[in-house]
């Protein structure tokens, strides 16, 4: 008798779950959404992708799969930073474009883009900053920069949720990387993707949402995602920077339990 009431509910379970984690429908129709061709128009897109949803899963999924089938990821402004980050006296020119004129963007164009689209759709949506785990970083390189990625934890219910959607992006990408080594190579790659709209703004149908990235698993997240401000880690027992580099990186750890052990 036991055994049969936990199949029970087991079944009656099972549906609800499959109805909030199946998304594969709202992801299709995210590919229909009409060519953004003006940023000023990004209200009416967000209203078109929204407009048949009335659950804020929904919403916030839809939003997460335009951005996954329309936007690249800027591999030449990410090196810009990365040089400027490594060495302080440097002066390279770290891009300014607009993220949904060209479709490109490091993470933190992404993230505020998310953001914004989740706002027109009125979602409460925040953008977070902090580390993320590089196994090969060393602590001095840890410590070095204030913040290395930027997601999103967007209200669902009266409950934050994690999404980043620069990860949950999979696929083949519609940008090629040896093209844009060269500053001129960039700036020419930008005139193009500004002007054309038959290609480059139309959503990639190759393309498809990682799921991990979407509504992460708290205890998951923490494993990879260190934020600067505690608070969203979203946890009731927060980690300090020690026993995050204890789980993610253990070469960091392990220089600074030797800093600690000199009494540094």
Known sequence: MKKLFIIMICLLWMPLALARGNYSSVDD????????KDPKELESLVHFLVRHYKRDDDKARVLLSWI????????????????????????????????????????????????????????????ISGKIMIPDRTLQQFRSIASNHAWNAVKINDKWEYVDPTWAIGGTDGYSTSNVVKKRDYEKTIKRREKRHSDVKKARPDRFILDEWFFTDKDEMIKTHFPNDEKWQLQKKKLTEEEFLKQSNPRAYRALMREKRRGK
């Open 29 to 36: 129709y995210a590919t229909q959404a009409p060519t953004l």
């Open 68 to 127: 996954v089938h329309n936007i690249d990821y800027d591999y030449y402004k990410f090196q810009k930073i990365v040089q400027t980050d490594n060495d302080a006296n440097a002066t390279q020119e770290i891009p300014q474009n607009d993220i949904l004129e060209t479709r490109l963007g490091v993470c933190e164009d992404i993230a505020a883009l998310y953001q914004k689209m989740g706002t027109l759709a009125g979602l409460t949506v925040e953008v």
